[in-house]
T-cell receptor, first 112, second 111 residues
């Protein structure tokens, strides 16, 4: 069965700092990859996704992620974080039509 | 547009009592439906998913069950709650097994 590993459980940054959240998955076949975000008090929602094509995908609010097949990674990046980016971030992998596997999540705290 | 509802928002139940959490989706047909439990620091654990009416796949052995009596209705149940069933339960839907859209969740506390 596939698994997803998010290495950073809690990240604390100051505003304007750069962000990179790690996500690695274990599965040898074709995957669809997602990053979801949960802002305080809000629903979990899609940040960005990769299905095929350009391995560098751009999402909402200036986030991007790069799929590196050889490293089984899909790291999330943002060049300059804002206080409003404080949230919990989840990486997810889908390998069939039915279900996705989620990582344990990374809590990002941005200090103003 | 599509919307997803969950109720109740919060529930406090005694150990040994039954449970029924409901999830309904509007604005789409034949969605894939999912029940997750979200625990602090442990991410999202998939409990059940359904690709159609009456079709339920269970991901982990547990004290819970799921049913899909209608196309856009997904119910999470238990006959006798355990303390360990406490948690935050999320329902989600997807079309074609792609992006999942999550409901507001139900916080369950078993005492």
């Amino acid at each position: 069965a596939q698994s997803v590993s998010q290495h950073n459980h809690h990240v604390i940054l100051s505003e304007a700092a750069s962000l990179e959240l790690g996500c690695n998955y274990s599965y040898g076949g074709t995957v669809n990859l997602f990053w979801y975000v949960q802002y305080p008090g809000q629903h979990l929602q899609l940040l960005l996704k990769y299905f095929s094509g350009d391995p560098l995908v751009k999402g909402i609010k200036g986030f991007e992620a790069e799929f590196i097949k050889s490293k089984f990674s899909f790291n999330l990046r943002k060049p300059s974080v804002q206080w409003s980016d404080t949230a919990e971030y989840f990486c997810a992998v889908k390998v069939n039509a039915g279900k996705s596997t989620f990582g344990d999540g990374t809590t990002l705290t941005v200090k103003p | 547009s599509q919307t997803i509802h969950q109720w109740p928002a919060t529930l406090v139940q005694p150990v040994g009592s039954p449970l029924s959490l409901e999830c309904t989706v509007e604005g789409t047909s034949n969605p894939n439906l999912y029940w997750y439990r979200q625990a602090a620091g442990r991410g999202l654990q998939l409990l059940f998913y359904s690709v159609g009416i009456g079709q339920i796949s269970s991901e982990v052995p547990q004290n819970l069950s799921a049913s899909r009596p209608q196309d856009r209705q997904f119910i999470l149940s238990s006959k006798k709650l355990l303390l360990s069933d406490s948690g935050f339960y999320l329902c989600a839907w997807a079309q074609g097994g792609e992006t999942q859209y999550f409901g507001p969740g139900t916080r369950l506390l078993v005492l």
